[in-house]
């Protein structure tokens, strides 16, 4: 805690002292605001964020997925700080790892609810009964005991469930002694065993490192997920599960319920954050890319209880100051003004924009070329390393050898095995081959020419020509590129007709200090 606070003091003392590049209605704006993007683009977005703010649209936020996206930046940063961070693997669980991978195990088990019975099946195995029989009579894992037990091949891994640590210690056509695990009481069978392939330490060291830091990073979030689960302390109501379940069966596909006004204050859980509401259900559908199978009870609670975990998530990324470090205050910031723009464009822009069929046309035309198929010609290829090969594959194809053949034989191309052929390819696909492609006569194979890796002699046996799309049945498409291209147009109207109103300055680095 301690370092992530010095860390953040010493990022803002750092900010403070960037170069001012422009100003923004009075809105500074530095060289390590830019990160990758123009002046020009970062000046246009927030001259244009701050006109949707004038018009009222930063309330439109709380209705938008920015809620989610602030909390999925927020929380990511919080994962890496308390989890991802913290990982450090021992070398002697890489080597005991890599020790382990040797061979896998075919595994049955038989599974009990006491160790009394547990005990007295195992006296009947010590008896020589059949591990499958009893298996079947008595276990309570439903989906072995058809199968007689059998469970399938076991790998060993790193931080193995009791089963695998079990069977590893248990020799092959042996059973074990009862164990617990949290099915019940459990005696494993190994029935079969088989060496799996293994590289040398070195060669793996890297790879079994990283699934070890995966095992852990999962198992330390898990611990985190289930405290943060207890001190929520969730507890469902059932009139307001019944209600979204009932409301959400007549609801489209992935779409939000049409909830009556008199349902908005029903509990639907209680929490140690106070009560969870199908007004605030109704608030997380709205703002969330996916939504539950409102059929299923049990989908539903486990959707409310993820939103509401990550609540907690987010409020713990906030005690840790994570939402005052200057790199994510300045994401945050940008993905509120992309957010806000897009509601200006939507509600002010992009309803005014009604092409009619003659526009539409008239763009047809101007843009022909983008609903223009352009000619495509059936290509083979053969390539080689050196010139004195080339010239001498085209000498065996003036004697009139088969060009497939010797492309089978010769060729170092990717088309070797389908005898040269490449298929069809229009015109610019293929800039190392394009012009002696199109300028060959169909039928007809070139001479020897240099490209980029080699030598190559091609061949055309056939043509597509050149066509237009009829307007018809491009209309659509046609409709949504200009829609696109007008919409960008009067995004920058907007922005010259209101950057002088807020006010842009360009400034000299030297000005500015």
């Known amino acids: 805690m301690k370092r992530l606070i010095l860390s953040v003091i010493f990022l803002m003392s750092l900010s403070s002292f960037a170069d001012v590049i422009a100003k923004v209605g009075g809105e500074k704006i530095t060289d390590s605001d830019l990160r990758g993007k123009t002046l020009e683009n970062v000046i246009k977005n927030k001259v244009l964020a701050k006109v949707a703010e004038e018009r009222g649209y930063l309330d439109s936020l709380k209705q938008s997925p920015y809620e989610e996206m602030e909390e999925v930046i927020l929380i990511k940063r919080l994962y890496n700080e308390t989890i991802h961070n913290k990982i450090k693997v021992n070398p002697a669980d890489i080597v005991e790892f890599h020790k382990m991978k040797t061979k896998k195990l075919r595994v049955k088990k038989l599974v009990v609810k006491n160790l009394h019975f547990a005990n007295k099946l195992w006296a009947r195995l010590k008896r020589g009964v059949k591990f499958d029989v009893l298996a079947r009579r008595y276990s309570i894992d439903k989906r072995s005991k058809r199968k007689g037990g059998d469970i399938g091949w076991v790998a060993w891994r790193w931080a193995p469930d009791p089963i695998t640590k079990e069977a590893f210690k248990t020799k092959k056509g042996k059973f074990s002694r009862p164990f617990l695990t949290r099915q019940g009481w459990t005696i494993i069978y190994v029935a079969d065993e088989t060496s799996m392939p293994k590289n040398t330490y070195w060669q793996e060291k890297a790879s079994l490192k990283r699934t070890i830091e995966r095992i852990m990073e999962r198992d330390k979030a898990n611990k985190h997920i289930s405290t943060l689960t207890k001190i929520l302390h969730l507890r469902f109501n059932k009139k307001g599960i019944e209600t979204v379940s009932r409301r959400g069966r007549y609801t489209p596909r992935n779409g939000v319920p049409a909830f009556e006004p008199q349902d908005m204050n029903i509990s639907v859980a209680y929490t140690s954050m106070g009560i969870y509401s199908i007004k605030?259900?109704?608030?997380?559908?709205?703002?969330?890319?996916?939504?539950?199978?409102?059929?299923?009870?049990?989908?539903?609670?486990?959707?409310?209880?993820?939103?509401?975990?990550?609540?907690?998530?987010?409020?713990?990324?906030?005690?840790?100051?994570?939402?005052?470090?200057?790199?994510?205050?300045?994401?945050?910031?940008?993905?509120?003004?992309?957010?806000?723009?897009?509601f200006l464009i939507k509600k002010d822009i992009e309803p005014y924009i009604l092409p009619s069929d003659s526009e539409l046309m008239v763009y047809y035309e101007k843009n022909l070329d983008r609903y223009t198929t352009p000619e495509q010609r059936e290509v083979y290829e053969i390539l080689v390393n050196d010139k004195d090969k080339a010239n001498f594959i085209y000498n065996q194809l003036k004697k009139g050898n088969d060009f497939s053949k010797l492309a089978r034989q010769y060729s170092k191309?990717?088309?070797?095995?389908?005898?040269?052929?490449?298929?069809?390819?229009?015109?610019?696909?293929?800039?190392?081959?394009?012009?002696?492609?199109?300028?060959?006569?169909?039928?007809?194979?070139?001479?020897?020419?240099?490209?980029?890796?080699?030598?190559?002699?091609?061949?055309?046996?056939?043509?597509?020509?050149?066509?237009?799309?009829?307007?018809?049945?491009?209309?659509?498409?046609?409709?949504?590129?200009?829609?696109?291209?007008?919409?960008?147009?009067?995004?920058?109207?907007?922005y010259e007709e209101n950057k002088d109103r807020i006010g842009v300055e360009i400034l000299k680095k030297q000005e500015a200090q």
């Open 280 to 342: 605030d259900f109704l608030h997380n559908l709205k703002i969330s890319r996916r939504k539950p199978n409102y059929k299923n009870i049990d989908n539903v609670k486990a959707y409310i209880q993820w939103h509401l975990i990550y609540k907690l998530l987010s409020a713990e990324a906030v005690r840790y100051n994570i939402n005052i470090e200057p790199k994510i205050k300045d994401e945050l910031e940008t993905i509120k003004e992309t957010q806000i723009i897009q």
């Open 413 to 494: 191309h990717w088309s070797k095995a389908r005898g040269g052929a490449i298929g069809f390819i229009p015109k610019g696909r293929m800039p190392d081959i394009d012009k002696v492609v199109f300028s060959t006569p169909i039928g007809k194979y070139s001479k020897p020419f240099s490209v980029r890796n080699g030598w190559a002699i091609v061949k055309v046996t056939s043509v597509k020509k050149s066509n237009v799309k009829p307007f018809e049945k491009v209309k659509n498409s046609i409709n949504n590129a200009f829609r696109r291209d007008k919409t960008q147009e009067m995004v920058d109207k907007l």
